[in-house]
């Protein structure tokens, strides 16, 4: 064998060697991108980060505790929108016993010429009640898809545990509702 053809069997070995490698990592690549989203998951739920957009699980239950008559909490509705949508509540306030199961209506209307995809994030006052305002229905669980000029009416079905701290009378419950992917026009003005 002369050294030329020496050169190039060692040659077309590397490459097949490095071919090889280079597999193998993307294919080990692959996988772990495929496990980030049940990391990510476990992580969240250990943490409790991420978890204001997710249905309570003990809100079934909630619907058969015993409503607390003897106390009267008012419950506030807010409404935000970041994007080219409008949004409100149908009604800016409630009065409610702890215990009953109560639904509000939320409208958003996408006054655009296109198709516009937005998820709302809940937030609550005082921060305190969060973990006592359960919601059992909630169009803050999905990504909502609106037509060109369509307006929607999304209920929020909730009850507030009878458990919540005496000294709390008033829970605001403020939305925030988000166009994803904007344009980048929309986006900086908003």
Do not use: W
């Not at 490095?18 to 597999?23: G, N, R």
């Not at 772990?32 to 980060?49: D, E, H, K, Q």
């Not at 957009?53 to 505790?65: M, P, R």
């Not at 010429?113 to 994030?121: D, E, G, H, L, M």
């Amino acid at each position: 064998m002369s050294t030329q053809q020496e050169e190039t069997h060692i040659d077309r070995s590397f490459n097949r060697s490095m071919l090889m490698k280079l597999f193998v990592v993307a294919l080990m690549m692959f996988g772990f991108g495929f496990a980030l989203v049940p990391m990510y998951r476990a992580i969240c739920s250990i943490t409790g980060v991420n978890n204001l957009v997710q249905k309570d699980i003990g809100a079934k239950e909630a619907k058969n505790t015993q409503v607390d008559m003897s106390r009267t909490i008012s419950v506030e509705f807010d409404a935000n929108a970041r994007g080219a949508l409008e949004f409100k509540p149908e009604q800016s306030n409630l009065d409610l016993h702890p215990g009953e199961v109560m639904t509000v209506m939320y409208q958003v209307t996408n006054d655009q010429n296109r198709t516009v995809k937005a998820q709302a994030i809940p937030s609550y006052a005082p921060k305190q009640a969060t973990e006592y305002f359960k919601k059992i229905e909630c169009f803050c669980f999905t990504q909502q898809t609106l037509l060109p000029g369509e307006t929607k009416r999304m209920p929020v079905v909730f009850v507030v545990d009878p458990k919540l701290p005496k000294d709390v009378k008033t829970i605001t419950l403020s939305y925030t509702f988000f166009e994803l992917d904007a344009p980048k026009s929309v986006a900086k003005g908003s």
